[in-house]
């Protein structure tokens, strides 16, 4: 059982739009969630991250959104850049157990 | 060196060969990770350490065996695996588990298994 869920695989986005990446969840336990940026070749890199007592966090050009009705977050990216593209990982924790699950993953490519 | 180191970054190897992958941090974390990422499938958790101690162990076959002396290092040792484990193995660290805060991710090891 999937307990997090990245139903898009890829999205495609001109430079300059905004790039929203989406992200659903089952397990009502989960009360911090990240996501994480991935270039090939490389190891997941930290971006932003939102705690269950928030419902929006931003950082720059980056936007996390939590609905924990709908048990579903985003990624807001405004504006997209071409160096944005790679893959974005939705990781889901609980501080009553630690450990970090994730997403499929989410391809992004932002076109000049 | 800084961050997390994982060597080596890639690896082919047979059926029958054994062989290790090493883990590196240099965070001063006390829990580390052993991740594995398929393609088009999640990051799939495979094992936990904290304070050297393993805390989880994700129903993962006895064909890898990890190992963590301090916790400062871990290694995942392998041993007649299977052409399906070919994947990219990820370490990682947190300053402890359950604190909830975000784990460093080393650059990984792209395994092929022939």
């Known amino acids: 059982d999937q307990q997090v869920k990245q139903n898009s695989p890829s999205l495609s986005v001109q430079e300059g739009r905004i790039s929203i990446l989406n992200c659903d969840y089952t397990?009502?336990?989960?009360?911090?969630f990240l996501w994480y940026k991935k270039y090939p070749a490389e190891g997941p890199t930290f971006l932003i991250s939102i705690s269950s007592i928030k419902d929006k966090n931003e950082d720059g050009r980056f936007t996390v959104f939590l609905n924990k009705s709908a048990k579903h977050l985003s990624l807001h990216i405004v504006p997209s850049q071409p160096g944005d593209s790679a893959v974005y990982f939705c990781g889901a924790g609980g501080t009553s157990y630690g450990k970090l699950t994730f997403g499929q993953g989410t391809i992004l490519t932002v076109h000049p | 060196e800084t961050g997390v180191t994982q060597t080596p970054r890639h690896l082919v190897m047979g059926m029958t060969n054994k062989k290790s992958l090493k883990c590196e941090q240099h965070l001063g974390h006390n829990a580390m990770y052993w991740y594995k990422q398929s393609a088009k499938k999640p990051l799939e958790l495979m094992f936990v350490?904290?304070?050297?101690?393993?805390?989880e162990n994700n129903s993962v076959p006895s064909r890898f065996s990890p190992e963590c002396p301090n916790s400062s290092h871990l290694f995942l040792h392998l041993h007649t695996l299977q052409p399906e484990d070919s994947a990219l193995y990820l370490c990682?660290?947190?300053?402890?588990?359950?604190?909830?805060?975000?784990?460093?991710f080393g650059p990984g090891t792209r395994l092929t298994v022939l």
């Open positions: 990682a660290s947190s300053q402890d588990v359950g604190s909830g805060g975000e784990q460093f």
């Open positions: 397990n009502s336990m989960f009360d911090y």
């Open positions: 350490y904290n304070f050297k101690e393993q805390t």
